[in-house]
């Protein structure tokens, strides 16, 4: 093994290495020294590119009449320029050899005339060329063959090139096809996912020889759209509640719902102001939490609530007023002092009264010759309602009693009264005042 200098690139590197590391040409085998010079390289040149010495490699591959002793495989091997090389080659030693029998007639002639006193020097004979060894398929070596030999080749390498040729458009093809197929499913998925209609079209008119799933999907899709907005355009065009509920309760994420809202917000609005009550505006405030009228509507229930006596208030006057009379009907004192505030600002035309007072008010009920007494509500309250605070509300009520007493002689006796009393807001009897009025009244 010995360290030589790469022929391709010039790096040093062993002549055993299978190929040079630096440029990747092949060593082993590949390369020849030569015997001149000493130059290394490559064993397929006809001659040394140093000194021009002919490859003794190349020059042993033939026989002294420059036959060829290659073997059919590796004839066959030869390429299309060592074929070119060989014919042109072959020209040139059949001229040389023309030149030196020509030089060799002329000297015999010379030699067969009289000798003369002046004596004519043989011209010298020029230096043959160097020419690669000739390699031919047959002993002859004939150009007819290398002619032949080049048409084959030159067959080979348009077949090579055909093949090459549709080896490069399948390629493109293939990678044409692939790029359309990929551009086409993005167009369906993003299709798949618009609401627009001229988006769906759009593909269709694209994509008309798309696979046909995708196709059915894309036009059933419109269809769906054209529906919905169908639907849309009946709702909006009937106006009632029920028509947008009934569309966005088929339709829940359509691209019109927030405008579905919008419009069933502003209709429950304009019936609560308009039926302007508490109850109205209770109910649309709890049927949209976030509606664009939840401040007005929160303003005007506050005024309704100030102005309207509603139904459990007027049960609180009720009930407040029943347990009043019942404490006095069974002689309760603690029972008629916690229906009354602490101090009462009319009592029976007393100002400033104090709950004693009212107990008081009930002994003299009980006189020496009743034996029982039972109060009869009629339940025909009148009420107004005044607001005193931040929905503090004062209430005047007024409405008729009977009473019954049984007296010490068995007899009976009844009697009726309109009362008239406040209530506070506390829901505690504040004022309490009565006249007694005829049976007829």
Not at 210 to 232: C, F, G, N, P, V
Not at 316 to 337: E, K, P, Y
Not at 405 to 430: E, R, Y
Request: aromatic share 8%.
């Amino acid at each position: 093994m010995a360290i030589i200098k790469c022929p391709e690139c010039g790096r040093q590197i062993s002549d055993k290495a299978p190929t040079c590391p630096s440029c990747g040409v092949e060593i082993a085998g590949k390369i020849t020294k030569c015997p001149n010079c000493g130059e290394i390289y490559f064993s397929n040149l006809e001659m040394c590119p140093n000194c021009h010495e002919l490859n003794p490699s190349l020059t042993r591959m033939t026989s002294p009449t420059g036959m060829s002793q290659q073997t059919p495989a590796c004839q066959a091997s030869m390429t299309k320029q060592e074929a070119e090389n060989a014919a042109r080659q072959n020209a040139i030693r059949q001229e040389e050899n023309r030149r030196q029998e020509a030089l060799r007639q002329d000297a015999f002639r010379q030699q067969a005339r009289p000798q003369t006193p002046v004596r004519t020097a043989t011209p010298p004979t020029p230096p043959v060329p160097p020419v690669r060894p000739q390699q031919s398929n047959s002993p002859s070596g004939g150009n007819g063959e290398g002619t032949q030999e080049k048409k084959k080749s030159n067959r080979g390498v348009i077949i090579i090139s055909l093949i090459f040729a549709f080896l490069v458009c399948g390629i493109f093809y293939y990678f044409y096809d692939s790029a359309n197929k990929n551009k086409e499913l993005e167009a369906y998925e993003y299709a798949m996912q618009s609401s627009d209609p001229m988006v769906l079209q759009s593909y269709l008119d694209t994509y008309k020889d798309a696979d046909e799933a995708h196709r059915d999907s894309i036009m059933a899709h419109l269809e769906l759209l054209k529906q919905t907005d169908q639907d849309w355009t009946n709702a909006v065009v009937s106006g009632s509640k029920e028509a947008l509920q009934a569309y966005l309760d088929k339709y829940p994420d359509s691209p019109h719902k927030q405008e579905v809202l919008n419009k069933i917000d502003s209709i429950d609005w304009n019936v609560a102001k308009n039926a302007d009550n508490v109850e109205a505006y209770q109910a649309y405030l709890a049927a949209h939490a976030n509606g664009s009228h939840i401040e007005e509507a929160e303003n005007a229930m506050k005024k309704a609530k100030s102005r309207d006596l509603q139904p459990e208030e007027k049960d609180m006057v009720s009930s407040l007023f029943r347990h009043f009379f019942q404490s006095i009907n069974t002689r309760d004192a603690d029972g008629l002092q916690a229906s009354c505030e602490d101090i009462l600002s009319s009592l029976l035309g007393k100002n400033s009264a104090t709950k004693a007072d009212v107990v008081t008010f009930m002994n003299k009920l009980y006189k020496e010759d009743v034996t029982n007494l039972n109060w009869f509500l009629a339940n025909d309250y009148q009420i107004k309602k005044r607001e005193v605070g931040d929905e503090d509300y004062e209430y005047q009520v007024q409405f008729s009693a009977r009473e019954e007493i049984q007296l010490t002689d068995g007899t009976k006796k009844t009697n009726h009264f309109k009362i008239n009393a406040t209530v506070s807001p506390d829901g505690k009897v504040s004022a309490f005042n009565m006249s007694k009025i005829n049976a007829a009244e």
